[in-house]
């Protein structure tokens, strides 16, 4: 049994956890911006912390189940730490973490969490945030509640940044070394931020901020991109042509019963709308398999619309039932076994759909923004978030590199490290040649 934190001194560092989406990581990096500014240092190994924080996820029974288990981990890893868990799953599960010396916080009470937890109450300048790709959370809550999700349950209070704050963290963003800014929320496409100022307004103003190189929007909804927002993209010179849309289901009679407020045709008329003002546009999206009821029939028209939609990545989720969402008592449940097959043919198109979008990249120069290091190579995102890994050394980390794709190895790309300048010169010099019938050099 965790005996409780140590009260024999003050604590020293923390160590943080985070589970789910991108707000609840940008909500992270709030709080790791807070426990820097209240004194405490960072550690990656759990077991030296005096504090823990495990932001958890509740969105399905996996990620619960996942929070759950990270949860006891760290106990073992660590008895004598101070354990806090918040997130959404501390809201929607409360009682699967009910354990002596585990401290809940819920999810409203996330923001004032340091406050109670060791008396400091200094308010974050900005996010503390780790990754190459900086998140820059401008809305929360959601008020459309499908029949299959826990969000407006556990974040119904729908809040809006004012603009010029989000205007301003951005700025501090980029001043940090983040080129990229990952503009997040969790019905992002209803973004106000005062003065009727949308998120198409929004976008122009990050334009002006000359340190930031790209903005990319974390999710929107099919129905929330409309010609003004579309219009903004195409003349951004940040936008990333990259847009995550939820499907969740190809068949009609499905999506009403989810209570989605679009038809099949009405998503795919959109796509090729967004197509026709963005160009090659990578479109990722979500789809559920096995809501309760769905014939086979159903699930074709799914995979057929995903076919049409021709997406880039689809993200596919097994139906969970999370109450007090009404699907988890609508009855036609569908057994475990043909689930599991409704998976794997969808995951055989989306492999099938993701070749066909990276095919054409194949010989052509991208601009990768450098993330981690994979082994013995460098990997990043390209503007339209394909995974590109290639040789480099460990200054590119955080920088955006030109890359030539060599090779092309499922979802992820291969390439070579280019010099811009030297690839413009011998394209020039290809093209000279070429005229002139004499033999191209390679580039």
Not at 58 to 77: E, F, I, M, P, Y
Not at 84 to 93: E, H, L, P, Q, W
Not at 245 to 256: F, I, K, M, Y
Not at 328 to 356: C, F, K, Q, T, Y
């Amino acid at each position: 049994m965790n005996p409780g934190p140590d009260t024999t001194s003050a604590p020293r560092n923390f160590h943080l956890l985070t589970l789910g989406c991108k707000v609840n990581q940008y909500e992270s990096d709030v709080l790791r911006r807070q426990c820097m500014q209240a004194g405490l240092a960072e550690t990656l190994d759990a077991s030296l912390a005096d504090i823990v924080l495990l932001n958890t996820c509740g969105v399905t029974a996996n990620a619960v189940g996942k929070s759950r288990r990270a949860l006891n981990a760290l106990r073992r890893k660590n008895p004598r730490a101070r354990i806090i868990v918040t997130g959404c799953a501390v809201d929607s599960d409360r009682r699967d973490f009910e354990i002596d010396g585990v401290s809940l916080v819920p999810q409203a009470e996330k923001a004032t969490l340091l406050k109670n937890a060791i008396g400091h109450s200094a308010k974050a300048d900005r996010p503390e945030c780790r990754r190459a790709r900086a998140l820059l959370k401008v809305q929360d809550g959601c008020n459309q509640f499908c029949a299959y999700c826990i969000v407006p349950y556990v974040r119904r209070e729908m809040w809006s940044r004012p603009f010029d704050e989000a205007v301003a963290e951005a700025r501090l963003l980029a001043a940090a070394g983040h080129g990229e800014i990952v503009v997040a929320g969790v019905r992002l496409g209803l973004y106000d931020g005062g003065g009727g100022r949308s998120l198409a307004d929004l976008l122009a103003a990050l334009d002006e901020v000359a340190e930031i190189s790209r903005v990319r929007f974390s999710s929107l909804e099919i129905g929330e991109i409309d010609d003004r927002l579309l219009d903004a993209m195409a003349r951004s010179r940040t936008s990333c042509r990259h847009l995550h849309l939820p499907l969740q289901s190809g068949d009609d009679d499905v999506l009403a019963l989810m209570n989605r407020p679009y038809t099949s045709r009405e998503y795919v008329a959109r796509i090729r709308g967004i197509r026709e003002a963005l160009g090659r546009a990578a479109i990722t999206t979500d789809v559920i398999v096995g809501f309760p009821g769905e014939t086979e029939e159903q699930f074709e028209n799914t995979r057929r619309v995903c076919r049409e939609a021709g997406f880039a990545k689809i993200h596919i989720f097994p139906f969970s039932a999370r109450k007090p969402a009404p699907a988890a008592e609508m009855p036609g449940r569908i057994a475990l076994g043909v689930v599991r097959r409704r998976v794997d043919a969808l995951a055989a198109l989306e492999r099938e759909l993701a070749a066909e979008y990276r095919g054409p990249m194949l010989g052509t120069l991208v601009e990768v923004l450098v993330e981690k290091r994979a082994g013995e190579t460098l990997e990043g995102k390209t503007r339209d978030y394909v995974t590109v890994q290639f040789a480099g050394s460990e200054p590119l980390l955080r920088e955006i590199a030109n890359v030539r794709i060599d090779e092309i190895d499922g979802l992820r790309l291969r390439g070579s490290l280019i010099d811009k300048s030297k690839d413009n010169e011998c394209k020039s010099k290809k093209k000279s040649m070429k005229s002139s019938g004499s033999p191209a050099p390679f580039c």
